[in-house]
């Protein structure tokens, strides 16, 4: 069965991007290097567009609209990073989003959805589906809803992390990437197994959702009860559908972290590396730090950057 | 009378840190951008290796010294980010450091420099004389004084900051540079007007020490008091002699920053630019952001990272 993207598809959504989304730098530290004795590569994508990698996707699906979709506008669900993301790609694409974001979502992530001019609708996340809300949503209103991770443009978009990052550097061993949904990791797998087939890719996923570890146990998607975690990118109960696809076929190893992991991976990346990273966008970081990830040439993939100043000193003990 | 420096030593400089010292990124916010009317270029230094631009001028110095230099050491005095450029400086190119350092200075700065395998000698701040403590030590031990800011290779190598930023950024309307002794200053002002002479350069001190500004307006070097201020890399009592020679010739302005405004600009910078500043590396962006830089097109030197998490939380509030 052919997979829902392949290279050629990153590749057409890198040409999309180009002037559009930052091609975000690779930062290294040699004096960390040597003491570790392996060279780390950190695909910083805090610095894409609005803090994280999302905008990749969001963008390179609301640029390939049609003329009537366009006239209809875009519909997703997220409290978090596609929120933003799909607000600011509408926005330069000429149409309108609309965002079904929890009534309890921070108002800090409401502003700025709205800030980039998208309309946000509350939802109770305990009474409603949002699922069903929103798709509910796009029928009636003549919208399109870009889910944001199971939808093979949006896995194509965030490719172009992978795809950046072996441009960049040749001859990695191993490429590390944060795994929640898996549009990201399905689409970097993609960019890296298509440019380099010899590098290792390696999922990152908290151990209090380890939905694609146990699915991948299982052979097949299986449902996992959620823990509370700082990682709030990734908590999710069972792999998208068509990121399982690809990342059942081509990823190498799916590992997990602990909370305090990723803890002592964003103090790293602040103190040494001059690096922010919101939890779930260290989360491949700390994989490493905890000796999960081996090779000498390591890729590391910084998802997103998207955390207030008090929230980063809570999380790490600042208070 | 003949600069201390021209462009051509700032070219030479970035020849020698060509490979050595990383060529850091430009960063840029279009939102935030559109929302001020005026394009940013952030020149991310605190992505330099040891986490400031000191590294530039701390190599450049001692990659030129010669056999009979590099068989005695170097020597200095300082508890800031001078003493760990120099340190890892004499470690790459084979000699040894000592670091001369007031005995509060932080223990973590004192063993990020032994870190890089520097001795470290204390020495009482408030009795000592550092000045005559370093010099006397050089003399002694056949040594060679590296000084932060007042020596013609560290005024180049922090140069190539500014030249890297109207090579990778043309058309720059303003260049705005955090002031302290003037090396920095003294080095981009070089390397700006030598590329760019239509570019306007901008110093920015802490008002806490106002030692430029105040002998900008008096024509002559003078002396003043220091206030406390969070901004510890910049606050001297005066301008260094030769870099005070190339500022009072090239520079077009300096203007001087509230320990609030940086605040502010240490918490736009992280939050929404995901780049880490410390208090002093934030100054040039503080000044942008209270209005003191006018122009469509500026360039932004942020110059230096090196912040605990603790102690950002702290300046920040968040604690």
């Known amino acids: 069965m052919p997979l829902p993207i392949e290279l050629a598809d990153v590749e057409h959504a890198a040409a999309r991007l180009a002037g559009v989304a930052h091609r975000t730098p690779v930062v290294t530290s040699r004096t960390l290097d040597e003491r570790a004795g392996a060279n780390l590569y950190l695909k910083a994508d805090g610095l894409q567009r609005i803090g994280a990698f999302k905008f990749r996707g969001a963008y390179n699906t609301v640029a390939q609209l049609g003329e009537a979709e366009r006239a209809g506008g875009v519909v997703a669900s997220s409290s978090g990073n596609h929120a933003q993301a799909l607000a600011l790609a ?18 800090s992530k409401r502003a700025a959805t709205e800030g980039y001019g998208a309309t946000v609708v509350e939802y109770d996340r305990y009474r409603d589906d949002r699922d069903v809300l929103t798709r509910a949503h796009a029928r009636e209103h003549g919208m399109t809803e870009v889910h944001p991770y199971d939808e ?31 549009g990201l990791l399905s689409g970097c797998a993609v960019a890296v197994k298509g440019l380099s087939p010899a590098t290792r890719v390696v999922g990152v996923e908290p151990e209090a959702s380890p939905d694609y570890v146990q699915s991948l ?37 799916v590992v997990t972290v602990s909370d305090d992991e ?58």
Request: net charge negative; aromatic share 2%; hydrophobic share 45%.
């Open 217 to 253: 146990a299982a052979g097949e998607r299986v449902q996992v009860e959620i823990a509370p975690s700082i990682c709030d990118g990734q908590l999710l109960p069972t792999p998208g559908e068509r990121p399982w696809q690809v990342i059942s076929s081509l990823v190498d190893e």
């Open 262 to 319: 990723v803890r002592d991976a964003m103090r790293l990346l602040f103190e040494r590396c001059k690096v922010i990273a919101e939890p779930s966008g260290a989360s491949a970081r700390a994989a490493v730090l905890a000796g999960r990830v081996s090779g000498n040439r390591i890729g590391v993939v910084l998802s997103g950057a998207n955390v207030s100043a008090e929230r980063f000193a809570e999380i790490l003990g600042c208070t």
């Open 152 to 182: 093979p443009r949006v896995m194509a978009g965030a490719g172009t992390v992978g795809l950046e990052l072996v441009q960049d550097v040749p001859d990695l061993d191993v490429v590390a990437v944060p795994l929640g949904g898996g």
């Open 90 to 107: 509408a926005a330069l694409c000429g149409t309108r989003a609309t965002i079904f974001m929890p009534s309890d979502a921070p108002a």
